[in-house]
């Protein structure tokens, strides 16, 4: 089972940190990823990390503003959010990957949470 939180009001330009738990025993076996779906759209990947934590990958709408973490022994994932516009509201999703590399591909992940909601105000 996969618990987000964090999610909340925000204004343009602030910054939130997103967080998401989780019992599993085998937290580190799986690479974690962020996603997100907007009102109206489909969901999109946002970032991922492999099991280590020192490789990631992000889409190009937030790299150089949101930073995806990870502690494995806290087994919680990070999504620290810069700079937030208001196209970045959404419902924002973690999920634990079949691998232990970082990927994009949604079908690559097979456990994921309920979501937590950001709206950015501008």
């Known amino acids: 089972q996969l618990v987000e939180s964090g999610g909340r009001l925000v204004q343009a330009g602030g910054s939130l940190r997103l967080s998401c738990g989780t019992s599993?025993?085998?937290?580190?076996?799986?690479?974690m990823g962020w996603f997100r779906r907007a009102p109206g759209k489909e969901r999109e990947f946002v970032a991922s990390i492999n099991w280590s934590g020192d490789s990631t990958i992000y889409a190009d709408s937030v790299k150089g503003r949101f930073t995806i973490s990870r502690d494995n022994a806290k087994k919680t994932v990070y999504l620290q959010m810069n700079s937030l516009k208001p196209e970045d509201t959404a419902d924002y999703y973690c999920?634990?990957?079949?691998?232990?590399?970082?990927?994009?591909?949604?079908?690559?992940?097979?456990?994921w949470g309920q979501g937590t909601h950001l709206t950015v105000s501008s």
């Open positions: 999920a634990a990957a079949n691998t232990i590399i970082a990927v994009i591909g949604i079908n690559d992940y097979i456990y």
């Open positions: 599993a025993r085998t937290f580190e076996n799986y690479a």
